[in-house]
């Protein structure tokens, strides 16, 4: 079960968000602590980590000020969008993955501005970059889609603070990815040892999706290693298309041996789980369900659906951390980090 965010850190994000509307100008220990009911302990803890941020500054025998934090923005952090990216990839899935780690990254430090820049699909790259690099100091790009591989080359080439969340297969470039495999095999082995499912559906947008390549591979694996065989009828490809839900039921309902999915999508899985339930087929009795991302909702729902976790928050500490120290010190190539995910089982199975 997901655990809830420490008191301290809810104290924090709330009096972020003051100091951003300028609602409060001095903080101490002993305030904190009253309005908060919380002992002093715990607020000197949360001062110290807004300074330690650059939300506050701390002066001997004055006190803690709030007033000014962003009289200097130090940094200035544009997200690179096409249109159609912006419309497919950060609209579509708000407030999940891209949303969520721009939204993320927001909360890591004062003296920053962070900005989506939108520029239509046909402009030329260097006219992209221009749009959101301007460069003056302090400025870092992140891009969160790999919908063009010549933005990301001109960036290189040009030695351009960025970052970028790209699939494995583009990790020529500075990047984060995740590793989704371990995970997927782990829920895969989960659904056949544990739950003893032997005929499993993959529900994906397309087997060959950059992002989805790794996980159908685990699938793959996984039913080799249990010596099950794949069955093509098996693998449903939809695009990004909700209607197929209807007759994704009708499938399931058609060939009764069915007794799994896995989910490549959260949406599909939020989906497939209201329909299935609605037309009276058992969860997990009758089919169990796992999706990829883990999103709020999924412990809500009746059964919990179980997911693969990827950390948002950890995505977004790991790409501002590699810009700061770009734009501090120099640009630098060859970065390559990975994000872990991990199986968190709910109901579903």
């Known amino acids: 079960m997901k655990k809830e965010k420490a008191r301290y850190l809810v104290i924090y994000d709330n009096l972020i968000e003051q100091i951003k509307s300028s609602s409060v100008k001095k903080l101490s220990v002993s305030g904190i602590s009253r309005k908060y009911n919380i002992n002093r302990n715990t607020a000197d803890k949360v001062l110290k980590l807004l300074a330690e941020n650059g939300w506050v500054r701390r002066e001997i025998g004055r006190g803690t000020f709030a007033d000014g934090f962003n009289d200097a923005i130090r940094y200035s952090i544009n997200f690179l969008y096409s249109q159609n990216a912006y419309e497919s990839s950060f609209v579509?899935?708000?407030?999940?993955?891209?949303?969520?780690?721009?939204?993320?990254?927001?909360?890591l430090g004062a003296n920053c501005e962070f900005k989506v820049k939108i520029f239509d699909s046909a402009v030329k790259r260097e006219d992209a970059i221009a749009k959101s690099f301007s460069g003056r100091p302090g400025q870092g790009i992140v891009i969160l889609d790999p919908w063009n591989e010549e933005i990301l080359k001109e960036l290189h080439k040009r030695k351009i603070p960025y970052m970028a969340y790209l699939p494995p297969e583009m990790a020529s470039y500075n990047s984060i990815t995740i590793d989704t495999y371990q995970a997927t095999y782990r829920a895969m082995e989960y659904l056949i040892k544990m739950s003893g499912r032997k005929?499993?559906?993959?529900?994906?947008?397309?087997?060959?999706?950059?992002?989805?390549?790794?996980?159908?591979k685990a699938?793959?694996?996984?039913?080799?290693?249990?010596?099950?065989p794949l069955k093509e009828?098996?693998?449903?490809?939809?695009?990004?298309?909700?209607?197929?839900?209807p007759w994704f039921v009708e499938f399931v309902k058609k060939h009764k041996e069915v007794d799994a999915v896995?989910?490549?999508?959260?949406?599909?899985?939020?989906?497939?789980?209201?329909?299935?339930?609605?037309?009276?087929?058992?969860?997990?009795?009758?089919?169990?369900?796992?999706?990829?991302?883990?999103?709020?909702?999924?412990?809500?729902?009746?059964?919990?659906i179980s997911a693969i976790n990827v950390?948002?928050?950890?995505?977004?500490?790991?790409i501002f951390r590699e810009l700061k120290d770009m734009i501090d010190n120099g640009f630098r190539e060859n970065i390559r980090l990975v994000e872990e995910s991990r199986f968190i089982i709910r109901g579903s199975v």
């Open 219 to 228: 699938y793959c694996d996984a039913l080799k290693a249990f010596n099950l």
């Open 199 to 216: 005929n499993i559906l993959f529900l994906c947008s397309t087997r060959d999706n950059q992002w989805q390549k790794s996980r159908f």
């Open 311 to 318: 950390s948002l928050e950890g995505i977004a500490e790991k």
């Open 233 to 245: 009828k098996f693998i449903l490809e939809y695009g990004m298309d909700m209607n197929y839900v």
């Open 92 to 107: 579509s899935s708000y407030p999940y993955v891209h949303a969520g780690i721009f939204e993320a990254m927001q909360k």
């Open 262 to 304: 896995f989910a490549s999508n959260f949406n599909f899985a939020y989906e497939t789980v209201l329909i299935a339930k609605a037309a009276g087929i058992e969860i997990p009795g009758r089919l169990a369900v796992i999706s990829t991302h883990d999103i709020p909702k999924f412990e809500k729902c009746v059964p919990g």
